[in-house]
């Protein structure tokens, strides 16, 4: 658990005062609306009737289902939470969220450092021009950079954006296979960009495409005929486009495959 800066203990000590509870039922609903990315929070607590469920402009559930009077206090902490943590540097902001800080909470850091704050991202991206997300998924823009880090159940992924201008990301069911963002473009897959790093280590070398062995695309075997069909040749081209534009080739080598696998028609 992270440890609160003189601010942060005085915010809690706040909200136990205006929503009648102790310190320690406070603090356990900021960690459980942090950890649900500002927008949502999994908690367990006596004081607020056990376990339950928050989720922001939307259910609130508690274990006493019928204490609409408990339920409204829930609601309230966890709205006010997650307004302070918005305004928290570098602290990831949702996209969902259509409330205003009630100016209840305190005016400063809550954390003792801004990594604590939640800073998920790499602290040499700087401050990213646009945060987002949901379930347990975040992403974060760094432009300046050419970056576009996602975290996806605690694995953050750093992706080289190239030319991109990134106007916004989106994400149907699943992980990264299933997010896009739109550029100057149009809509383009995130898993179509170079990865950076995973956790802060490189990437695996990929096998080289071009040290695959030549019979891949120059043999065929001995029961078929020696040369390619038109259908094969533009499916290896395209292979060969995906790969490149994964940074897997290099323009070069990409070059040169395809003059060769064109020369075959």
């Known amino acids: 658990m992270q440890q609160l800066s003189a601010q ?12 009648g509870i102790s310190t320690d039922a406070a603090i356990t609903m900021l960690y459980a609306v942090m950890n649900g990315n500002g927008t949502m929070a999994q908690f367990s607590h ?24 408990l339920k409204s206090k829930v609601d309230g902490l966890c709205v006010e939470i997650s307004n302070q943590l918005m305004n928290q540097p ?10 205003q800080s009630s100016g209840n909470g305190s005016g400063g850091n809550l954390f003792v450092s801004a990594a604590a704050a939640g800073q998920w991202w790499p602290g040499d991206l700087g401050s990213p021009s646009s945060t987002g997300g949901q379930n347990n998924v975040r992403y974060a823009v760094f432009p300046g950079s050419r970056r576009l880090v996602v975290d996806i159940g605690g694995q953050v992924t750093v992706y080289d954006t190239l030319d991109n201008q990134i106007g916004g990301v989106s994400q149907q069911q ?6 896009t963002f739109s550029s100057q473009y149009g ?32 043999e065929a075997p001995t029961c078929q005929a020696p040369a ?3 259908g094969d040749v533009f499916a290896k081209i395209e292979r060969l486009a995906d ?14 495959k395809k003059a060769e696998l064109l020369s075959q028609l």
């Open 243 to 256: 790969l490149f534009q994964k940074g897997i080739l290099t323009e070069q080598e990409f070059t040169t």
């Open 46 to 69: 006596p004081e607020l009737g056990g376990s339950g469920q928050w989720m922001m402009g939307g259910m609130t559930m508690v274990g006493d289902m019928f204490n609409y009077g």
């Open 90 to 99: 570098g602290y990831f902001q949702p996209a969902q969220s259509q409330f």
């Open 228 to 230: 390619a069909q038109d």
């Open 174 to 179: 699943g992980g990264n296979d299933s997010m």
């Open 8 to 19: 942060g203990q005085q915010f809690i000590q706040g909200l136990a005062q205006r929503y």
């Open 187 to 218: 809509t383009i897959a995130v898993n179509s960009l170079p990865v950076v790093s995973i956790n802060g280590y490189q990437p695996q070398p990929q096998q080289n495409f071009m040290a695959q062995p030549a019979q891949q695309f120059n």
